[in-house]
């Protein structure tokens, strides 16, 4: 009998062990990051640049419908990036520690009327708009 409770205290403690570790596995979560562009289809290609304290993205072409993502898996680095569209430009920030680092994925979507935020991909909110020379 005493056999059987060290026994079964075993497997208690190590299951204990297990669930801390699984845990500490999601406090490790990396974000995955779109920029999509919904610009209008024929219109110029959309010109992306990003970087951050750690990481410099290269360059990226969009063309309307074009959906680009990276993982951040230093959640403690802001992601600048600047976009270019014909005669336009504006600069935002893709990541942000403080607002997106408990997210799973943060999506943006640009438009002709800006750039907006989203984390389920279909409700957004405006935080940048285009400038003109
Ligand atoms: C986001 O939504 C668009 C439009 O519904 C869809 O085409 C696209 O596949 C979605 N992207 C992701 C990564 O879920």
Redesign the pocket.
């Known amino acids: 009998m005493t056999t059987l409770c060290h026994f079964l205290l075993f497997v208690f403690i190590t299951s204990c062990f297990r669930i801390g570790n699984t845990i500490e596995v999601n406090d490790d979560q990396v974000t995955q990051v779109?920029v999509?562009n919904a610009l209008p289809k024929d219109s110029a290609p959309l010109e992306i640049r990003c970087n951050s304290a750690d990481a410099n993205l290269d360059a990226k072409q969009l063309k309307s419908g074009d959906?680009y993502?990276w993982s951040v898996e230093e959640e403690t680095a802001t992601y600048f990036c600047e976009a270019f569209w014909g005669n336009k430009f504006a600069s935002w920030h893709a990541f942000e520690p403080p607002r997106d680092a408990n997210r799973k994925?943060v999506?943006w979507l640009i438009n002709e009327n800006g750039f907006f935020l989203g984390y389920d991909?279909?409700t957004w909110v405006e935080k940048s708009t285009w400038e003109t020379e």
Do not use: C, G, L, R
């Open positions: 779109h999509m959906d993502s994925t999506f991909n279909s």
